[in-house]
């Protein structure tokens, strides 16, 4: 959405954010900014959009943040050579708790899960009104309660993992000592010993290949697999649980958060 302001600006909006571009003063850049809000494609020139800034409307500005996203046209003192300065190099975020919320919600779209605790973390000091450590430590326990019952959902992870161990391990004797092969053939399958090209590994073989070709298509219908599942699940738990919380922060830190474990 575009919208013009009085001070000749023109001012883009999307989602939450607001981003402020100042148009020269020719009476072709006001001409330019009315097709504009009209919907008609004039580029404008680098003479007339002057700067670039993410604030919030006023006429606070960086001086070298412009024009449109791509790159200055000015020169930027914080870079010498194409090559950042110390001093410039000196302020940058050593942590997601350093980093502007803009910084912060385009990580967390990208789904880096510390950005969306960040993000969470920012939401319990503006709810609970308190400090950033305090709101961490709440953080912390909504962490906890996030992962305290998936202690059933852990269990059909567990049994495949100890499943598939145990046949891996069996499989070696039952292919490599004849011995074993045929005192299991005869205690418990009692089949003719079949020709060498006709071991029942490949009919295994075609039923998981069969398995995960299903698998493929079902995800192509929007059918969610099970661990998609259960973490659709676990994040409206949340939600219920920490209803004062802002819904899309708490959905976000628990999907992306580990079924079994801790991330940090």
Not at 108 to 126: D, F, Y
Not at 232 to 237: E, F, I, P, Q, T
Request: hydrophobic fraction near 35%; glycine fraction near 6%.
């Amino acid at each position: 959405m575009i919208a013009a302001t009085s001070n000749r600006t023109m001012t883009l909006l999307g989602g939450t954010s607001k981003r402020l571009f100042t148009v020269g003063g020719s009476k072709q850049g006001s001409s330019n900014l009315k097709s504009l809000q009209s919907g008609s494609k004039v580029p404008l020139s680098l003479s007339q959009l002057k700067y670039f800034s993410s604030n919030n409307g006023d006429n606070r500005r960086h001086p070298n943040d412009g024009p449109l996203d791509h790159s200055y046209y000015q020169s930027d003192d914080r870079f010498k050579d194409s090559k950042p300065t110390v001093a410039y190099a000196k302020g940058m975020p050593r942590s997601f708790s350093a980093m502007r919320h803009e910084q912060i919600l385009q990580l967390c779209v990208e789904g880096s899960h510390q950005a969306r605790r960040e993000a969470l973390v920012r939401n319990v000091m503006t709810v609970d009104n308190v400090e950033h450590d305090d709101a961490a430590k709440v953080v912390s326990k909504i962490s906890e309660e996030n992962r305290s019952l998936m202690y059933l959902e852990y269990l059909p992870y567990h049994t495949g993992i100890a499943i598939a161990g145990i046949f891996g391990v069996v499989s070696f004797p039952m292919m490599f000592h004849a011995d074993t092969v045929l005192w299991f053939n005869e205690k418990f399958v009692t089949f003719e010993v079949p020709e060498s090209a006709d071991i029942v590994i490949g009919q295994a073989s075609f039923i998981f290949l069969v398995l995960q070709f299903v698998r493929s298509q079902a995800i192509n219908l929007g059918l969610k697999p099970y661990g998609h599942k259960i973490l659709g699940v676990r994040s409206k738990r949340m939600c219920k649980k920490y209803p004062q919380y802002d819904p899309i922060f708490l959905e976000w830190f628990s999907e992306s958060d580990a079924l079994y474990g801790k991330l940090k």
